[in-house]
């Protein structure tokens, strides 16, 4: 039984490799990968790729070549996140399962979807298939925790970041300064291009006129917004909603990135700490007590910090 268990962590750490891949193209689909096994080889993997075109299961099954094709009743397939069950762009990826005749399905994490929550694994069981579910699950609900925080809260993943001063202030006595290196603003422009829409408050807006794109990495620029009396939180959380953009990008200033934090709206905080002493300035945010440090890294003498949820 541990050798089992061993053998589908293995298989779905590829999953999870190959999904990873779909990172900028899928929004705002989540990111799936399938690996198919006979005989401890894989005979078939694919991922989905973009929005709109083949699943991860259908690209998997076409990898298979046709010498292959005599192994899928004793096969197993790997997936990352429950197969569909309903007729979208594309044709339910469990009924494809089916009618492929594999033995064996091992499935990282149910899919929270509405048209979807467990009817794919039901299909499954119904047709006699084997079915375990739960396989490197954290790691599998964390790969695709944006799309989950959007249909399950019905509101966009928030990323709330900003950079301060060695002494702690997000400016020189409130005139903006270089705080990020160029590598460290080339990360940043890296996060943007992976978020859906990116905000700062009418203040930051009106006072240094952000260019928000990603110019320094490649990939789309994410849709730009600005909070203010006008259009407040309320009304941005329902246009990312209406719009279908999972990942809200709040990077300042400090009133706008306070208030999210006052109003708990917030699932991951990106902190980068400057070398830069300025005395005095506009205080950075305190970092939310709920809040559990992920990971503390020194880049090109910056000091980065990722904070979670606790």
């Not at 973009?50 to 004793?74: I, M, W």
């Not at 991951?268 to 950075?284: I, K, L, N, S």
Request: proline fraction near 5%; include cysteine; aromatic fraction near 6%.
């Amino acid at each position: 039984m541990k050798e089992q268990e061993n053998i589908d962590k293995h298989f779905m750490r590829r999953c999870l490799q190959l999904a990873s891949n779909g990172l900028l193209t899928t929004r705002p689909n989540p990111m799936v990968g399938a690996v198919i096994v006979a005989d401890g080889r894989i005979i078939g993997e694919g991922y989905h790729v973009r929005c709109g075109e083949t699943h991860a299961e259908v690209n998997a099954f076409a990898a298979v070549t046709p010498t292959d094709e005599a192994l899928l009743p004793q096969a197993t397939i790997y997936v990352s996140l429950e197969p569909c069950a309903h007729q979208g762009r594309t044709p339910p990826c469990a009924d494809l399962i089916v009618r492929k005749g594999v033995r064996r399905v091992v499935v990282g994490c149910t899919d929270p979807f509405a048209k979807v929550q467990g009817r794919g694994i039901a299909i499954l069981r119904e047709a006699g298939i084997e079915v375990t579910v739960g396989v490197l699950e954290e790691e599998c609900r964390w790969l695709n925790r944006r799309f989950f925080t959007f249909h399950q809260l019905h509101r966009p993943y928030i990323i709330l970041k900003w950079a301060k001063t060695a002494d702690g202030f997000l400016d020189d006595h409130g005139k903006a300064t270089a705080i990020s290196t160029s590598y460290t603003r080339m990360l940043v422009h890296r996060l943007r291009a992976e978020c859906d829409a990116i905000l700062v408050g009418r203040v930051t807006r009106e006072r240094e006129h952000p260019r928000l794109d990603v110019r320094h990495w490649a990939g789309p620029s994410p849709v730009s917004m600005t909070l203010s009396h006008d259009h407040g939180m309320e009304a941005v959380m329902n246009e990312c909603v209406e719009r279908g953009l999972l990942t809200l990008l709040v990077e300042g200033g400090r009133l706008t990135l306070k208030s999210f934090i006052e109003a708990d709206l917030w699932d991951e905080v990106r902190v980068e700490t400057g070398t830069v002493v300025v005395g005095d300035g506009t205080e950075a945010p305190s970092i939310p007590e709920n809040a559990t440090l992920r990971s503390r890294e020194w880049q090109d003498g910056n000091l980065v910090e990722w904070y979670v949820r606790g």
